[in-house]
């Protein structure tokens, strides 16, 4: 199946810094990409829509200018997490539409500290 | 994009069969329904989708019947390693999983 890399797999930063995350489709383009966030034990949460060109939408309760997301060409979407603090501590996870299935990252640990 | 409501949890033993439901009992017409595996810490892997009857592949089967309200993952001759929490998703065509609401899925785990 296709792949789809995020990058890094885990990352830890300090209070108030940017932390950006990335999100390829290795082997297929991808017009539309997906982010999510998980918390422990709970599901995935839809944070917003990236389609290549175009600005990103984003789901009730999530705040743009927090959470930046960019997807300038067909391969690459990127998350941008600005000003982090601990409540921001989560596994991101983004996703790929592909021609039949979305094809889903390995995931971004968090921790804010 | 339509509801479902899975089993919170289910246990099970290495070598049985195991089929988890799914209701959906508001799918659409243009919905199809996607099944996922998710392990700690790893981004959700795709099992099997379909649209109506039985579709199978090489890890497993689904079940939908007529109505589509609801849909059973059917894996054969579990392992300890199918431990994992599986999501039912329906939605459109290719952005299924891609938009869809994840329900709070089936926690799997699989005892020797």
């Known amino acids: 199946g296709a792949v789809v890399s995020q990058h890094p797999s885990w990352v830890i930063c300090k209070s108030g810094t940017s932390v950006k995350i990335e999100c390829r489709s290795l082997?297929?383009?991808?017009?539309?990409m997906f982010w999510y966030r998980q918390f422990p034990k709970q599901s995935l949460m839809l944070m917003a829509t990236s389609n290549e060109g175009s600005k990103a939408t984003y789901e009730q309760g999530v705040e743009k200018d927090k959470f930046l997301i960019n997807h300038a060409s067909l391969t690459l979407s990127t998350l941008t997490v600005t000003s982090a603090h601990p409540e921001d501590s989560s596994f991101y996870i983004c996703?790929?539409?592909?021609?039949?299935?979305?094809?889903f990252g390995q995931g971004t640990r968090l921790t804010v500290v | 994009l339509a509801k479902t409501t899975q089993p919170i949890s289910m246990d099970s033993y290495e070598g049985q069969e195991v089929n988890i439901t799914c209701s959906h009992n508001n799918i659409a017409t243009n919905d199809y329904i996607t099944w996922y595996q998710q392990f700690p810490s790893q981004g959700p892997r795709f099992i099997i989708q379909g649209y109506k009857t039985k579709v199978t592949n090489e890890v497993a089967s689904l079940f939908i019947p007529a109505d589509r309200k609801s849909s059973t993952l059917s894996l054969p001759r579990v392992s300890l390693s199918d431990t994992a929490v599986y999501y039912c998703l329906v939605g459109e065509g290719n952005t299924n999983a891609g938009k869809s609401t994840f329900g709070d899925g089936t926690t799997l785990t699989v005892k020797p």
């Open positions: 082997d297929f383009q991808a017009t539309t």
């Open positions: 996703s790929a539409a592909g021609a039949t299935e979305a094809f």
